[in-house]
């Protein structure tokens, strides 16, 4: 498998390192750049699987970076920020972002939205087949694969996306939003019943003698811990 290459445009340096030594434990070495003009010259220079860029930078912002990035590549783009009104996201998102992460943010949850935008770019497979289990499910990245109680459990393809991202967050509530951006690329729709629907057939597989996941009425979904 080639290696996925990355860069990350942050101002945090810190933070910076954190998910440099995060993201080299899953064998994937980040390259950092820590304002939006020496983002766009990495990007320009260098061929990235995918960019995660910062809103919030000196020099040039990340909308900015954005959308100067987008004039000569279409490299996909998971933007990060502390800015979580709705203009914004909609901003980043009509800019081309692919995804969008309000910070703080886990580590585990960046890497799956990592993992499900490059999946739907095409740009490279699964990045680590490391194994999660939470709650007695039990899932293979590397497969695809779905153990209930080390019973194997067949599952569409959306319908593990969606049960991947929740029990990477387990324990914490996902929003309706964020499962229709990673999924579809697109804010939920209220009248979208398409999400609840998948959910449900993942109860009816997996909720057998307990309860797993839980309906956050307004807001999402959240995966027992």
């Known amino acids: 498998m080639n290696q996925v290459s990355i860069l990350l445009v942050d101002d ?15 064998q994937i070495p980040l390259t950092l750049a820590h304002d939006g003009e020496q ?3 990495r ?6 699987d995918l960019v995660l860029l910062d809103v919030m930078m000196p020099r040039m912002d ?4 954005l959308r100067q990035i987008r004039r000569k590549s279409t490299v996909p783009v998971i933007m990060l920020t502390a800015r979580t009104e709705h203009n914004d996201r909609i901003t980043g998102l009509n800019a081309g972002a692919d995804d969008y992460l309000a910070k703080p943010f886990s580590p585990d949850e960046l890497l799956a939205r990592v993992q499900a935008v490059l999946r739907r770019s095409g740009r490279a497979p699964v990045l680590k087949s490391e194994i ?10 590397g497969t695809r694969q779905v153990l209930r109680d080390g019973t194997a459990v067949e599952v569409t393809s959306l319908e ?3 049960l991947e991202i929740l029990v990477r967050s387990a324990g914490r509530v996902v929003s309706r939003d964020d499962l229709a951006r990673s999924l579809y690329n697109r804010q939920a729709n209220p009248l979208d019943r398409a999400l609840d629907v998948h959910v449900s057939h993942l109860r009816k597989k997996l909720e057998k003698d307990r309860a797993l996941i839980r309906t956050i009425r307004g807001v999402g979904y959240q995966f027992a811990s």
């Open 132 to 141: 999660l289990e939470v709650n007695g499910i039990r899932l293979n990245p």
């Open 39 to 41: 983002g766009l010259a």
């Open 160 to 162: 593990y996306d969606i």
């Open 62 to 65: 990340g909308f900015e970076t």
């Open 12 to 26: 945090d340096a810190e933070l910076s390192a954190l998910m440099a030594e995060y993201f080299s434990a899953h």
């Open 43 to 48: 990007v320009q220079d260098g061929h990235f």
